[in-house]
């Protein structure tokens, strides 16, 4: 198949926060990335931003990122927090969405839009246009809502949202020129709906791993000297937190010199709730919430840990997901410990690449940990091992090329 040598030009359309904020903010910049190392323009267009506590402070509602252009449609780059300012704040960039789309100048046309996780009542309209206007549309899924979401809400409302975010599972196939999941359990998921291999990119974890392996000088005051294993991101159940933390009470009994981090916006309840766990031994003070870092601190946060941890549970959405994360661990050089969920171990080999321990098992945890403290040099090289998976799988350099054919072949 001949491919147009034509530069394209598309925009990635989400909810969520750019350039700073969680996991979806660094998919954003990541899959940008890689079109554009592949001569594809592709800019951001932010439907609907995040509340406030929930990511670090983002203040432009405009810019420039890295050669990647982004815009909160709305123009707010927070979401309000009363329900009536946060209804007229989606309306309104769903309505410049639609602008966006449908009323561009012809040499300024789009050659595609991506939906990132697409909600049918947030990106249905902008959706539907691209249909009517002809604009090839691309379907990004990170996780499947059916699965890992909201099967047991209460109130009707609850469930009636959930309902129609599950339509997008039915819709996306039948609309897209091609769809673009994150992890095998996606991609067995749409094939299954009938979605055909031409049309079907899987687009892993995306990470700068010349980034993360440069040495960090922005020094994490709080944990410089210390001997430490890390947890960085969300602080919730699925992420396996009170399974560490015990795991990590067990260690300390005979690495009384050793801390537990969790980085991340972490609320004070949360905190109260994993140091109880600690409280009754009086070692409370051995597990550290340093807060939200810049990303050059959590590279060398990364860097200076003893081991890094992805313990998620045997859940749904462990299961189809794939943490970034794990990528970013990888790519530091530092020994990952993750739990055997998900597409761990299409990637990672237990004591080659990673150590490997068994989901919601507080033993295997602990035991990785200790193997970690009894085998510092093993341990070093295994981690070493690991960069060299992350460089090789999970690098957006090494996608950008298939990316551009997959996207110019579905046109």
């Known amino acids: 198949m001949t491919i147009d040598a034509v530069r394209k030009t598309g925009v990635l359309m989400a909810l969520g926060n750019f350039p700073e904020g969680n996991a979806t903010a660094t998919r954003l910049k990541m899959i940008s990335k890689t079109c554009q190392s592949a001569g594809i323009d592709v800019s951001v267009a932010i439907l609907q931003a995040t509340l406030k506590n929930k990511v670090p402070e983002n203040t432009a509602a405009s810019g420039e990122l890295e050669g990647i252009k982004f815009r909160y449609l709305s123009g707010n780059v927070v979401r309000p927090s009363s329900l009536a300012s946060a209804v007229l704040d989606t309306i309104k960039g769903i309505l410049q969405g639609v602008k966006l789309l449908a009323f561009s100048r012809e040499e300024d046309r789009l050659d595609f839009v991506i939906f990132y996780m697409p909600s049918l009542l947030k990106h249905g309209l902008p959706m539907l246009v691209s249909l009517v206007k002809g604009i090839p549309i691309f379907v990004e899924a990170c996780e499947i809502r059916s699965k890992t979401t909201g099967g047991n809400k209460r109130h009707a409302i609850g469930r009636w949202l959930n309902f129609t975010e599950n339509w997008m599972e039915w819709i996306s196939p039948r609309v897209a020129s091609g769809l673009i999941p994150i992890s095998h359990g996606i991609a067995d998921f749409y094939r299954d709906k009938g979605i055909t291999e031409e049309k079907l990119f899987l687009l892993p974890i995306l990470v700068d791993a010349e980034f993360y392996g440069k040495q960090s000088k922005d020094v994490v005051n709080e944990l ?116 055997r969920v998900g597409d761990t171990e299409i990637y990672l080999e237990d004591k080659k690449t990673a150590l490997l321990a068994d989901p919601e098992n507080v033993a295997s945890i602990a035991d990785c940990m200790i193997y970690i403290l009894n085998n510092p040099d093993e341990s070093k090289a295994i981690g070493l091992r690991g960069r060299q998976v992350a460089a090789e799988n999970f690098d957006y350099r090494c996608h950008s090329e298939r990316l551009r054919y997959f996207i110019e072949a579905n046109l």
Do not use: H
């Open 224 to 339: 410089e000297g210390k001997e430490y294993f890390l947890n960085s991101g969300s602080f919730v159940e699925k992420d396996g937190v009170d399974y560490i933390v015990k795991a990590f009470v067990e260690v300390l009994e005979n690495n009384p010199d050793t801390y537990l981090v969790f980085t991340g916006n972490v609320s004070e309840s949360e905190i109260i709730r994993a140091r109880s766990i600690f409280l009754e031994r009086s070692l409370s003070e051995k597990i550290l919430f340093p807060g939200m870092l810049s990303r050059a601190e959590l590279v060398w946060a990364y860097q200076n840990a003893v081991g890094l941890l992805s313990c998620r549970t045997n859940s749904p959405y462990a299961n189809y997901g794939f943490p970034t994360k794990v990528g970013e661990y990888l790519a530091a050089g530092t020994l990952v410990i993750a739990t």
